[in-house]
C-alpha cells in the first residue's frame, strides 16, 4: 500500500485547507518543488498534486508549478487533479509527464465525459469523489449533488477508471482520523483500487488502513499530518511495506 503526500497548490504555494474551504488555509511552504523533494526524499512514491484555484475555477490555475515538479522528478508517477474539465487539460497534463489524471466535479456533472477520457487514455484516468454523509461534493466541495458515492463509484468502474480517490470531506484536515468504515464500504463495492483520504492523521490510520487493504485498499493520501508532524511519512511507508 502506498503512503502518498498531498501538494496542495494556492497561488503556487503550498498550503492546506480545512474541510476545502478556501478561506482557512495554511501556507505550509512558498516552494511546492521543494517540498516534493523533501516527500521524495523521505521516501514517497507517488506524489498527489492539486491545483486549489483549478478546483475553483474550472480550469489550471497553477501549471506552471506543477509542469515544474513534474519536469524536476519525472521518474516519481505524479496524479494531479483541480480544475480538469475538458480533453485539451488532459492531454496536456499527460503530455508534459502526469501519471495520472483526477476528475472530480466534471466526472459527477458529466458522467459520459469520463467514459471518453477511458477510452482515449486507459490507464491514466482517475475518479475523485469527494463525500459528506454518503453525497458527493462538487466544484471545489462548495455544493452537494444528489448523487450517492457508491452508485458514482460503480459507474466509472464500468467505464474503466484506473481507481477511486475517496474523501471523507468531514474529516479533510482536520486531524481527526481515517473513516475506516466508509473507506472499506466503498472499496467493496467495486472491483478497481480505492485510494483513502481526509483524515490520515497518525500511524494507527496506516496501520489500521493496512489491515483492509485486502479489500481492494491500494493507497492513503496524507496532507496536514505530514506537515505538522502527527505522522512521519517515512515511517508510514515503511510500516505499510512491512504489513503487506
Request: glycine share 10%.
Amino acid at each position: 500500500m502506498l503512503v502518498i503526500p498531498a501538494i496542495d497548490i494556492k497561488e503556487g504555494q503550498c498550503v492546506r485547507l480545512k474541510q476545502g474551504r478556501m478561506e482557512d488555509e495554511t501556507v505550509f511552504s512558498p516552494d511546492p518543488v521543494a517540498v516534493a523533494d523533501r516527500w521524495i526524499k523521505a521516501g514517497a512514491r507517488r506524489i498527489h498534486l492539486v491545483d486549489l484555484n483549478g478546483a475553483f475555477a474550472g480550469k489550471p490555475v497553477n501549471a506552471k508549478v506543477i509542469h515544474k515538479i513534474v519536469e524536476t522528478y519525472p521518474d516519481i508517477p505524479i496524479q494531479v487533479g483541480g480544475g480538469i474539465r475538458n480533453e485539451e487539460t488532459v492531454r496536456t497534463l499527460l503530455d508534459i509527464g502526469i501519471k495520472y489524471v483526477i476528475i472530480g466535479t466534471k466526472a459527477v456533472q458529466s458522467p459520459e465525459f469520463v467514459a471518453e477520457l477511458c477510452q482515449k487514455w486507459p490507464g491514466h484516468i482517475i475518479v475523485g469523489l469527494d463525500a459528506r454523509e454518503d453525497k458527493v461534493a462538487i466544484n471545489g466541495w462548495s455544493s452537494l449533488s444528489e448523487h450517492n458515492v457508491i452508485d458514482m463509484a460503480q459507474r466509472f468502474e464500468e467505464y474503466g477508471v484506473e481507481a477511486i480517490i475517496f474523501t471523507d470531506i468531514s474529516r479533510d484536515g482536520m486531524l481527526q482520523g481515517l473513516n475506516v468504515d466508509s473507506t472499506v464500504k466503498l472499496a467493496q463495492s467495486i472491483k478497481i483500487p480505492i485510494i483513502a483520504a481526509g483524515g490520515v492523521t497518525t500511524i494507527d490510520d496506516i496501520q489500521a488502513l493496512c489491515k483492509v487493504a485486502d479489500k481492494g485498499i491500494m493507497g492513503a493520501i496524507t496532507g496536514r499530518a505530514i506537515y505538522e508532524g502527527t505522522l512521519d511519512l517515512t515511517q508510514a511507508q515503511k510500516l505499510a511495506d512491512s504489513l503487506m
